[in-house]
């Protein structure tokens, strides 16, 4: 199984921006779609963010688009979620996840067969 670990998470104020990364154990070229998604307390896991390996292809949920901006370094096999102007509701754990194939859904956390083991973001009013 391909391993995902992520990591970067933290607490910071209204306005402030974090950095997400996460590793995986495999090269991520042949994760044709990296994604970031999120869950906050008593709701579903949510997509945030997706990339091609190329990021030739990308994709944003509407509550984080111009906000929010993934890359990929794929020779250190290492996604990123660079996360900007953060707002309290962006407070949850957030999960880094890929995949091989890009003809599945990119939003659909179901057809993503590996998982990180997520990382807490808390942003404070």
């Known amino acids: 199984q391909v391993q995902l670990v992520d990591s970067g998470g933290g607490s910071v104020q209204a306005g402030g921006s974090l950095r997400l990364s996460c590793a995986a154990s495999?090269?991520?070229?042949?994760?044709?779609?990296m994604a970031w998604f999120r869950q906050a307390p008593g709701k579903d896991r949510e997509f945030v963010a997706a990339?091609?390996?190329?990021?030739?292809?990308?994709g944003y949920a509407d509550a984080v688009r111009g906000r929010f901006a993934i890359s990929r370094d794929n020779t250190k096999n290492t996604m990123y979620l660079q996360m900007n102007n953060l707002k309290p509701e962006d407070t949850a754990v957030y999960y880094c996840a890929a995949k091989v194939t890009e003809f599945t859904p990119i939003r659909d956390r179901t057809s993503y067969p590996y998982w990180g083991q997520g990382t807490q973001v808390t942003v404070s009013s």
């Open positions: 990339s091609s390996w190329s990021t030739s292809v990308t």
């Open positions: 495999r090269r991520t070229s042949t994760m044709y779609i």
